[in-house]
């Protein structure tokens, strides 16, 4: 999987950098920065909920710049998302926050405002789970039988959690004067997590899917966002 999100990673930089637009503005110094807020939307959901029936998400995503090439980050949203294994039956639904710091390691030229950045986040979610069915562990099954039980009342647990921290290597193109296009490669690594009882978190809203015994996972998100310029330094 991760390799996957790396092979898009890099195919979307390239497509990125050669589509932005050619037209450098002569506005700015070499020395004259735009300063403000840009905020968008991460367009991997609606594409995701496009190709998964059974995935709905939103996320709004938003920086400022402090300094020249600091920036400080944040993303919010929810995701809800049906799994039908053949062991368990489950939907987990609820929203994330991440924030976080964003650094520019690109020099541009005179006029531009494109950024590849090296980014860090400290994620948190309050979800709950929806246990629909499981099956049952049979060590000698004599009759091939299944030993799935669907649950005619649902079994709902709470006030979920969990908190991870993130690693983000991404760019951002201007397209147009303060129009942004972006793409990112998110590296998770989950510090702690609130259990159901009987049962585990097995995907985490803006975490993605857990796997048992491995706190690492992967995400990718592919951005429109907009920066209103505030004032220039």
Request: proline share 3%; no cysteine; aromatic share 14%.
């Amino acid at each position: 999987m991760l390799k996957y999100y790396i092979n898009i990673f890099m195919f979307s930089i390239f497509g990125l950098l050669s589509a932005q637009n050619e037209e450098i503005s002569d506005s700015l110094s070499a020395e004259e920065f735009r300063y403000g807020i840009r905020f968008g939307i991460d367009l991997s959901k609606p594409i995701r909920m496009l190709i998964e029936p059974e995935y709905k998400g939103l996320e709004l995503v938003a920086d400022y710049r402090l300094s020249r090439n600091l920036y400080v980050a944040a993303e919010l949203g929810n995701e809800s998302k049906l799994v039908d294994q053949d062991a368990v039956n489950f939907k987990t639904s609820g929203s994330f926050l991440k924030v976080g710091v964003d650094y520019n390691v690109y020099n541009n030229w005179r006029g531009m405002d494109n950024l590849i950045v090296v980014g860090f986040r400290y994620g948190l979610s309050e979800h709950k789970q929806t246990l629909l069915g499981y099956s049952i562990l049979e060590s000698n099954p004599y009759w091939e039988e299944s030993n799935l039980v669907r649950l005619e009342t649902p079994r709902t647990y709470n006030g979920l959690n969990g908190h991870w921290i993130e690693l983000q290597l991404g760019v951002k193109a201007e397209l147009f004067r303060n129009l942004f296009m972006g793409i990112s490669i998110q590296m998770h690594r989950l510090l702690s997590d609130k259990d159901p009882d009987n049962f585990e978190n097995l995907f985490i809203p803006g975490f993605n899917k857990v796997l048992t015994d491995n706190p690492y996972g992967a995400g990718l998100n592919y951005t429109l966002s907009y920066q209103l310029p505030i004032y220039k330094k």
